[in-house]
Nanobody, 123 residues
Framework: QAQLVESGGGLVQAGDSLRLSCAAS????????MGWFRQAPGKDRQFVAA????????TYADSVKGRFTISRDSAKGTVYLQMNSLKPEDAAVYYC????????????????WGRGTQVTVSS
């Protein structure tokens, strides 16, 4: 069974940029839409961005639109989330997930999940 592994999280200052990566291990998710979600302490897991299996369709939460960019490299089997102009409210554990459509925004619509990477943003 293929697994998803996130990396690239860390502690940054407000206004800084960070790029998260999600790599497939032991298989491929090339036929899946991929999504990024985040979860802060005491809150539900929230949709951030998604990309279709072929990279043609991308969707974003309103809170990150214009600041974050999702992309994927099929040859490498890697999905990225470029985060610019980070705000303290962006702090959370970020998860990547594999699902059936880039239009899906509910965690329950995604079947495979990574373990997450911590993003901390200080003011």
């Amino acid at each position: 069974q293929a697994q998803l592994v996130e990396s690239g999280g860390g502690l940054v200052q407000a206004g800084d940029s960070l790029r998260l990566s999600c790599a497939a291990s032991g298989g491929t998710f090339s036929s899946y839409a991929m999504g990024w979600f985040r979860q802060a302490p005491g809150k539900d897991r929230q949709f951030v961005a998604a990309i279709s299996w072929n990279g043609i369709i991308v969707t974003y939460a309103d809170s990150v639109k214009g600041r974050f960019t999702i992309s994927r490299d099929s040859a490498k089997g890697t999905v990225y989330l470029q985060m610019n102009s980070l705000k303290p409210e962006d702090a959370a554990v970020y998860y990547c997930a594999a699902g059936g459509s880039a239009w899906q925004k509910r965690p329950r619509d995604y079947d495979y999940w990574g373990r997450g990477t911590q993003v901390t943003v200080s003011s």
